[in-house]
T-cell receptor
Framework: DQQVKQNSPSLSVQEGRISILNCDYT??????FLWYKKYPAEGPTFLISISSIKDKNEDGRFTVFLNKSAKHLSLHIVPSQPGDSAVYFC??????????????FGQGTILTVHP | EPEVTQTPSHQVTQMGQEVILRCVPI?????FYWYRQILGQKVEFLVSFYNNEISEKSEIFDDQFSVERPDGSNFTLKIRSTKLEDSAMYFCASFLFRPGEAFFGQGTRLTVV
């Protein structure tokens, strides 16, 4: 099941610079998308989401961009901080029918921010 | 800040034994989920639960699995006869109305030996 893909297993960035994490999806029925951050031995922590009717959503240092025609979304973190070092998961869902709330996850990208 | 709590944090069990994983979702949430992550793999959907019944389940969620919300606060996942391949992190999640704001517990690491 490759409906949501994060093609970069890891990303290394210098503190203060921009981190860009990418995610592609294949299922046109997805109508909302989320980014989660996960530290070892903890559950995923919700970061930011975007509905398919928008192309951008911003929350502090985090911005998610959605390109529906390309079935691509990205998470920008500016400026990056060492505390941002974690695994980032992209997830997608469909708000209709019995699948309401069910999330399909990507494989995750390990972000390392160097001081 | 409200949180989803899961117990135990780690459970070791022998193959063939029954296990019950427990979750206390955020108190006013209406939708409840179990996910799992096998080491090195994706987080996978197992089951969703709303209005005291299963609304959707994945292929993984076979007859060995069951869920309950016995007392209006706890949300449990039972595996009747564990197999080695059930070893994984199991995450409980919940949200109120908007699936775009699902909160996850810290997970239970299940090890089947």
């Amino acid at each position: 099941d490759q409906q949501v893909k994060q093609n970069s297993p890891s990303l290394s960035v210098q503190e203060g610079r921009i981190s860009i994490l990418n995610c592609d999806y294949t299922n046109s029925m997805f109508d909302y998308f989320l980014w989660y951050k996960k530290y070892p031995a903890e559950g995923p922590t919700f970061l930011i989401s975007i509905s398919s009717i928008k192309d951008k959503n911003e929350d502090g240092r985090f911005t998610v961009f959605l390109n529906k025609s390309a079935k691509h979304l990205s998470l920008h973190i500016v400026p990056s901080q060492p505390g941002d070092s974690a695994v980032y998961f992209c997830a997608a869902g469909n708000a209709g029918g019995t699948s309401y709330g069910k999330l399909t996850f990507g494989q995750g990208t390990i972000l390392t921010v160097h001081p | 800040e409200p949180e989803v709590t899961q117990t135990p944090s780690h459970q070791v069990t022998q193959m063939g034994q029954e296990v019950i994983l427990r979750c206390v979702p955020i108190s006013n949430h209406l939708y409840f989920y179990w996910y799992r992550q096998i080491l090195g793999q994706k987080v996978e959907f197992l089951v969703s639960f709303y209005n005291n019944e299963i609304s959707e389940k994945s292929e993984i969620f076979d007859d060995q699995f069951s869920v309950e919300r016995p007392d209006g606060s706890n949300f449990t996942l039972k595996i009747r006869s564990t197999k080695l391949e059930d070893s994984a992190m199991y995450f409980c999640a919940s949200f109120l109305f908007r699936p775009g704001e699902a909160f996850f517990g810290q997970g239970t690491r299940l090890t089947v030996v």
